[in-house]
């Protein structure tokens, strides 16, 4: 009875600051995703690739989360992020939707098409902080095996794309393609999912074409 | 001010949790590792070799943090735990030393020599909380790549030694060693490094000498 109610505080102010953004997003029709992953599943390969093969005709924004360094935010300048913030969260385990407010106006909205959030790398935390974005991506990956959907549910619940990553890995690993599928169909039926290497550019196209779709103007 | 204090009391709760937890432990001569990780970096499979490679010689118990199921105490059971004990947080990030306060009756401490308590799978949280163990192990994997110690170095500070896992997968994915060893060197250094292939059971034996060189009785 006495810790519950602060709980719901915290997230109803999290849920108010997200529903800015989103109108901020929205005001500028830009469309934005929260890219959450374990770490080193592939988030910022994923994003570097997708702003290779999209900068030239995509304006994207890309904020980047992590507990230290602008690593993952050099990395999005040098592969055509139009424009670039780094958060450091200075060690809490997750983006929520205060930070992006205070990053996105060192953002130029009107001059973006698309914005990706990179969250902080952990499968766990933030699945329970809108930022605002209009989609979560999933970034899951190969060599971290096949029985994720089952102990991290919330996560895979919680999402409105499934990008399969290391999909290059697959004959090196024990990894049951359709053990991992029935896992994610039971918690998230119908969830658009794109199995690709970031690596090797396979599987890359149907992803780039979904995201694209999204844009708003 | 009004949010500091909040949480240095929540944290000696816990450090004092930990110490009770500690003292049962050395009580009964069990040494203890807290087993973190990042999801799928290899934390059930490097128990399982490990129970699989020392039943015979030490009697091991197992805690198994997870959100959800019993996958990883299922599976430390069939690989020759003496006894294995689940918590689910429930959609808790990390285990603390009140969830281990409550596993510990839950195991006859006194038929074991070794306790292997697996935290979830979070290379974020679980490092702020003591759980009372001897030493934490932190496992790495090379497909997780090699930039993790600059960009979560609060964990990779704080633990006592590391496994460097799926060595086997080295040819196929882009990891500098030196790269990753330079930054756990400025982070920790000196400390006890074991690279090894849970699959292959390739540098197996260093890590299984420097368990067993830790039982106390």
Redesign the interface.
């Known amino acids: 009875m006495t810790t519950i109610p602060i709980i719901e505080k915290i997230l109803s102010a999290n849920d108010r600051l997200a529903a800015e953004n989103r109108a901020a997003l929205d005001a500028a029709r830009v469309f934005a995703i929260n890219v959450i992953a ?3 599943a592939g988030k910022t390969s994923l994003i570097e690739q997708t702003l290779k093969a999209l900068a030239g005709k995509l304006r994207i924004g890309v904020i980047d989360g ?4 602008s ?1 993952d935010a050099d990395r999005a300048a040098a592969a055509g992020a139009s424009q670039a913030v780094q958060i450091n969260t200075g ?1 809490d ?1 997750h983006l929520d939707a205060v930070m992006v407010q205070q990053a996105l106006p060192q953002l130029k909205l009107d001059d973006l098409d698309l914005l990706i959030i990179e969250n ?6 933030p699945a329970s902080f809108a930022l605002g974005t209009h989609k979560t991506v999933l970034v899951a ?1 190969i ?3 096949d ?2 959907p ?5 996560t895979y619940r919680g999402v409105e794309a499934l990008v399969i990553n ?1 999909i ?2 697959l004959p ?3 990894f049951r393609m359709e053990y991992f599928r029935q896992g994610v169909e039971t918690l998230n039926p119908g969830l658009a999912a794109f199995p690709l290497s970031c ?1 090797t550019g396979e599987g890359m196209p149907a992803w780039l074409d979904w995201l694209a779709g999204q844009r708003r103007k």
Do not use: F, H, Q, W
């Open positions: 374990s770490p080193g992590d507990l230290a360094t690593i060690g385990c902080v790398g952990n499968l766990v935390c990956s060599p971290e095996g029985d994720k089952y102990k991290y549910p919330a290391k290059d890995l090196y690993v024990p690596r």
